[in-house]
């Protein structure tokens, strides 16, 4: 058994954690680590089936910024936090936008 691998991340420069974020950060990428390991003959026989049949795949990790606002929903998706909350605001704008138009 090869011993344990370990990765080092380089945050922002302008990045100052505490000893709270480091540890969150920590477990985050323990957990990915983890499920990407775990399920990977899964998702990686399906990803050949696809190419089999004639498929580009490929797949990116991203972020999702959810907006509630009674029974209303809006969901946004961006590969950046950033990006996701400026989907996020353009979809909340559209639908200010529609509801003074009706």
Known sequence: MAGNRVVQVTLP???EP?????ELLEATF???AGLHFEGR???EQTARRLETEGW???CRLGWIAEARRGREVEQAFGLTRA????ELR???ELDALASYSS
């Open 18 to 22: 505490t000893r709270e974020d480091l």
């Open 13 to 15: 420069s302008d990045a």
């Open 30 to 32: 323990q957990a990915i």
């Open 56 to 58: 580009s795949v490929g």
């Open 41 to 43: 003959r899964d998702w």
């Open 83 to 86: 990006q996701a909350f400026t």
């Open 90 to 92: 353009t979809l909340t």
